[in-house]
């Protein structure tokens, strides 16, 4: 974590209101080549309106957003998915209706080969079929068939739809917002696990929780958003879990954290 | 400017009415007056009528011709505007009572019907009639009048002018609604083939629905055999007689009426005299071939007074 | 689709509103005599059968449904309440009550089939739009009703104050209107069909019994097209048979020009009753205007898109 | 409301096939001429027209919005492709062109107003139905267009087999019906309709064009919509510009009948086709028992409803 | 917790299935008086089905559930509710065009004392107000107003309107699906001190959860659910969080368990 690496994403005074209601107010985030970035806050402190604008889901009422260091202008999710960006929303941006495997590949569907494919652009659905069964499984999520609407799946099945959508087909960043919350035990290990697995492969994640453990099980820096604003950004490895709560609720400010918390 | 005089139609899309809305408006130019023009939304809609009626009177007209949807609940109506000094005269079917309106420019769809009954008769020729008819739509007085005079004009069982029912003989195997339309009679006439392919008279309720029924015969093969009156007597219809789509129909004068109505409304704002009583604006039989005993014109006559396009 | 999500309940009436105060001050411009009293209470009578039907229809469409049979019900209804005094000598007060309470059933019918069968409620009303047009055709043989007492007319009649006058169907309209504005608003009931329509499940589970609220509300909107028979058969002094063809459309449009929803849930009554007038303004104005009714047509198609439009913007504008 | 959560998709079908099965059942018990091999071909020509309306109308209803215009859009594409022809001499495939491009513009202007700026369908296209209806009477001078050149009726032609026989257009038909149905069925672009009827939030963020899918519908209806104009005007041999006032109510009947959700995302479009035969085939089933018209629509008032309910009731008894 | 208290639920034998999936199994259950009873298990373990069927959202297609010892029979949530259990749902049961104030009294408003109140049944909007912002003072919430649509609320904060909703209204049980899932650290807290409350106030709590140390902080019993059936129950203070997912997850049978960690 030295030597500075290379910073993928960043966004410098974001705001974005709704009505009366400031959910971003000035907000600043960096996200770094190779990292897992966490992103906690209380209720309310604009974490998901913060990734909201990062994705393409909303656009900003001001501020400015950097890929590569060049700066960027989503206007829809599309413009980020063309970017390599992979969101898993917080409200689980699934089609009830529609089964798992088509879930998994919507908006990506996989072709015939040959003239089928090509010029009348039939899908493959037998591979895609496949490929939703491999991708399950990596998670361990005990779905009998992949041909089920997601609507009979329960909370946690949904859950890990999203995620294995976004791991899946990410090329430059992920985002996830919440993605254990409604998730068991073991199938929270596994999400980290992806998590970790995806790093690996070099891309960064950012990951939003409310599960403190978790958060400082696989975060390799910490971002507190605290009222619209970045309060601090924390190195999990100098920090006690209690400090950074404090942090996050008020109790503490930024500035009274020794100088190796900070990252 | 001049006299406003408002026109109320059933609706706007009958070539009929289009019509006669033409004819008024042609005439009102003549006389310097202004037509404004007004129609339920559907054919019945009385309540449509009344809501136009009221409007006119605001926006000025002093006199109204109206072709009334419904001859009757149309009445209380009527009267409230005549008490505001305002002419009414019912054009193309009169009120029930008839008196209910100063004046009435009508035409007898009765009379229409019979003379396309008796005619039929001759055609057929002393063959048995097996009767099709692609009625109007349920309860509508026009589509009864029609219907019923034609098969008095047959000489076969029905009922009176006043009757708001369709009489049902033994001769007639199948009767449909056609809502006056040519697609929807066409559907109608090939389900009464099914039931019944040794049909030999067919009665139509306007011209349209005629084409619609011929369309289904032809594809029958059976349109040789089968003999089709209707009513109306349109420049289309006329042309169908001629080419031997339509056998006879009864021809009617629509922009008579509407011009009649709008010189007594100008006359009336000059000079404040009302038209009063029944005016028929008169029936003629227009076939192809002349059937002894019947008195019809020939289509030549027919285009030569018929409405629309030449 | 879900473009609703940040209107501000107070403001929801207000696009309707504006949009009613452009189109009077349009046609002020455009003909002198539409801005006079009279003409405003020649509209109020020629909107109030549909207002009072919109009423229902608004129920209806807060719970996510949609009612197509309401006029041919307000039809039958009126058939039934004149051909009960014509033929049978029936007192006024009791055929009005035998006419209300078959548009009541027919609601009933309408609820039943949506709560108990969970049929959608658009195709269980063009179901019932069928059968209550035949029932009303078979009973009254297609014959207008003429001959009717006096008394059942009443309400056509009017109340001049100076050089206005006001008919007493329209104040039963305005006052329906208020009662059920402030019923929705301010009573528990009121606020459960709000939820019914917004999330049925979640209402559900709350313990509410959706199934009740619902079935009260199609009950409650037959019941409302019975008084729109009565103020049908008094504005035109007849039972009419061929009543009632157009309306479904003229009420749902009423309802969406007020800003109510169709996904249900979200929605003002007296916006319904701003939507009414606006279609009743723009009949009345352009009459006066001297446009012929098939150029009305025209204007019709493009100014409801307008108004929607515009209350669309000025809901955005808002955020 | 959301009682269509368990569906299966291969069986939702089914219900709907054996409502027509029964009805057909009935009928051939009803009148022995029912059960002919020409009598069925009969009634495909009757429905050809509002078949082929109705596959605009599915993918319309799917992406959850609802065409009250395509009757009246396709009127007025008959009106033009045969004025076209009848008045400039334009050849017959060029006049046909126009006709279809009209209803194809008619179909991008309903769906820019609801993806543009964000307007329900059921308020667009109430507006544009209006419009429509009006052009077409001005542009027709509410005359019937007759003199049109027979290649332009070649649809309405029948290719015999035997004793049966089947028209050209209703081949069409069933042919645009295996498109729509493989369409929507195998290719990305088809279920992205289905995902934006099912949840437009969550399709947008997945990053599909939501906007686009939806303007695309709209458009392709209105091609479909153009089709129909030319198998009606083959069908009637004429331009008719009273054509088209009932296929709005029709064709969302036969979609209904046919099993598609009007919640969107659920359903298949040859259901649709199912539904429309369903009701072909109670009107010639019943004009041939000799059923009067109105007796008809109080049948066919009963039978819609009793139709759904079976089919909902048959998916409980899968569940 | 000695001395065996009474049984306040008990279910027995509960099978529910949907289509070809079970969902219980023959799941049966107990809560005691005044006892926190924490469910766990896997996603798709039957938890959310087990309560919905204690709480009359769905039928239960066999099995009996007995409340003080006298058989019941649910047949919506509303006869659940007569008999004074409060749920709260995992997939939020709120209504979101409605007002928090609303969804907190929805099905149980306030109605004006006198006769506007007794004859016209007009609500008493004030006071609902008023009892709303009290109630989710006492859960710490920042939320700005109570005349606020739910829908504009951040995840955490719906969930909060749930419980308060629950917890204020309860007579006889309260059961809660994973009211802590979307929630952040402080208002975790909050909810798990609210729950205390609501127990020491003398009802049971049914929690489900799947953070284990939230799990282990309150409960006083745990009921382990495992592939639609209750695989154990055992007593936190006498066994360790590893053991127990460990038979959650079925990597360890519950007969191998000692004695004392079962209760
Ligand atoms: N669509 C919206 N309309 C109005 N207000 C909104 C909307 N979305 C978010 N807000 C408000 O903006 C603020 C920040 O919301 P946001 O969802 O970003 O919080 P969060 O940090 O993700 O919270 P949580 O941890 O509960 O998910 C909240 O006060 C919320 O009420
Ligand atoms: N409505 C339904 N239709 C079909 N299957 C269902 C339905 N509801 C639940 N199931 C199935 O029943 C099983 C149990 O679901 P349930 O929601 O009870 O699990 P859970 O233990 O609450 O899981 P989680 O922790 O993920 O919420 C799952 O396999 C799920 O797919
Ligand atoms: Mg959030
Ligand atoms: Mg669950």
């Known amino acids: ?263 | ?310 | 689709m879900n473009t609703h999500s940040f209107k501000l309940p107070p403001l929801a009436t207000l696009g309707p509103f504006i949009a009613l105060l452009l189109a009077c001050f349009f046609f002020a411009t455009q003909s002198d005599r539409f801005l006079s009293a009279q003409n405003f209470s020649l509209i109020l009578q020629q909107v109030m059968v549909v207002g009072v039907i919109a009423i229902g229809q608004t129920l209806i469409i807060l719970t996510a449904g949609i009612d197509l049979s309401c006029g041919m019900v307000m039809a039958l209804g009126g058939i039934v309440m004149t051909k009960f005094a014509a033929d049978f000598g029936l007192p006024a007060p009791l055929a009005v009550a035998c006419g209300i309470a078959v548009t009541t059933l027919f609601g009933l019918l309408n609820g039943l089939l949506v709560t108990r069968i969970k049929l959608p409620p658009f195709i269980v009303t063009l179901g019932t739009l069928n059968i209550a047009f035949a029932i009303t055709q078979l009973y009254s043989q297609s014959r207008t009703v003429t001959d009717i007492p006096d008394s059942m007319t009443f309400l056509g009649n009017t109340l001049r104050f100076g050089n206005t006058s006001i008919a007493y169907g329209v104040a039963l309209m305005l006052g329906l209107y208020l009662v059920t504005w402030a019923w929705l608003r301010e009573t528990a009931s009121g606020r459960h069909i709000y939820a019914v329509g917004n999330s049925p499940e979640a209402t559900r589970l709350t313990g509410i019994p959706t199934d009740r609220v619902l079935l009260g509300v199609y009950v409650l909107a037959g019941l409302l097209y019975g008084i729109a028979s009565l103020l049908s058969v008094a504005r035109t002094g007849a039972g009419d048979p061929n009543a009632g063809q157009t309306e479904n459309l003229d009420a749902i449009t009423a309802v969406v020009l007020g800003g109510t929803s169709l996904f249900g849930g979200r929605g003002v009554v007296l916006g319904t009753l701003v939507g009414a007038l606006i279609v009743g303004v723009f009949r009345n104005g352009l009459t006066l205007m001297g446009v012929s009714s098939i150029y009305q047509i025209l204007v019709t198609g493009i100014l409801v898109i307008l108004a929607v439009a515009t209350d669309q913007m000025s809901r955005k504008g808002v955020r």
Request: hydrophobic share 40%; aromatic share 4%; proline share 4%.
């Open chain 1, 1 to 263: 974590m030295s030597a500075q690496p290379q910073i993928v994403m960043q966004a410098k005074g974001l705001i974005k209101r709704y009505g009366q209601v400031t959910a971003l107010d000035g907000a600043d985030f960096e996200l770094r080549a190779g990292e897992i970035l966490a992103v906690i806050g209380d209720n309310g402190a604009g974490k998901s309106s913060l990734i909201k604008c990062l994705s393409g889901a909303t656009i900003p009422d001001q501020g400015e957003i950097f890929l590569d260091g060049k700066p960027i202008h989503f206007k829809s999710p599309i413009d980020a998915r063309h970017s390599g960006i992979e969101t898993v929303y917080q409200d689980l941006a699934v089609a009830p209706a529609m089964t798992i495997s088509e879930n998994l590949f919507l908006g990506r569907e996989l072709r015939r080969p040959g003239f089928l494919g090509k010029f009348l652009r039939v899908l493959d659905k037998k591979k895609m079929l496949e490929e939703s069964i491999s991708r399950m499984q990596e998670l361990k999520v005990g779905i009998r068939s992949m041909t089920q609407a997601v609507e009979t799946l329960s909370g946690g099945q949904r859950q890990c739809v999203a995620v294995a959508r976004a791991a899946a087909f990410a090329q430059h960043v992920v985002i996830m917002d919440e993605p254990t919350a409604a998730l068991g035990v073991k199938e929270g290990n596994m999400v980290l696990e992806l998590i970790r697995r995806v790093r690996d492969k070099g891309l960064p994640v950012v990951l939003i929780s409310h599960n403190m453990p978790h958060v400082f099980e696989v975060a390799d820096r910490i971002h507190i958003a605290r009222l619209g604003k970045r309060a601090a950004v924390v190195n999990p490895k100098h920090i006690s879990m209690s400090d950074t709560v404090a942090v996050m609720t008020g109790a503490k400010s930024a500035d009274d954290l020794p100088e190796a918390a900070h990252a």
């Open chain 2, 1 to 310: 400017a001049g006299p406003v005089i408002g026109l109320i139609t059933k609706t706007d899309s009958n070539p009929f009415f289009v019509k006669m809305k033409e004819g008024a408006e042609a005439e009102a130019r003549k006389l310097g007056a202004t037509v404004i023009s007004g129609s339920g939304k559907t054919d019945g809609d009385n309540a449509g009528q009344i809501t136009a009626i009221e409007n006119m009177i605001a926006a000025g007209a002093k006199t109204i011709l109206i072709t009334p949807s419904d001859a009757r609940a149309i009445i209380p109506a009527i009267k409230k505007a005549q008490g505001q000094g305002v002419m009414v005269i019912a054009l193309d079917s009169p009120t029930d009572p008839a008196t209910a309106v100063d004046a009435v420019f009508a035409t007898d769809n009765y009379k229409a019907g019979q003379l396309i009954g008796q005619y039929a008769k001759a055609a057929l020729g002393g063959k048995n009639p097996v009767i099709a008819t692609m009625d109007l739509l349920p309860g509508h007085p026009v589509g009864a009048q029609r219907h019923n005079g034609f098969l008095r004009g047959y000489g076969l069982q029905s009922l009176d002018a006043k009757n708001n029912d369709l009489a049902k003989p033994a001769e007639v195997v199948c009767m449909a609604d056609s809502f006056g339309d040519a697609a929807k009679s066409q559907t109608a006439m090939e389900n009464c083939l099914q039931k019944n392919p040794g049909i030999n008279l067919v009665y139509t309720i306007n011209e349209p629905a005629a084409a619609g029924a011929y369309k289904a015969l032809k594809a029958a093969g059976k349109e040789k055999d089968v003999v089709i009156v209707s009513v109306d007597g349109g420049c289309a219809g006329i042309r169908d007689v001629g080419a031997g789509v339509i056998t006879a129909t009864s021809q009617q004068y629509p922009l008579k009426m509407a011009s009649m109505g709008v010189a007594a409304g100008v006359e009336y704002a000059k000079s404040g005299k009302k038209v009063s009583g029944y005016t028929d604006t008169g029936v003629t039989l227009i076939a192809a071939k002349a059937m002894p005993g019947v008195d019809s014109k020939d289509v030549k006559t027919g285009t030569d007074l018929c409405w629309g396009k030449k």
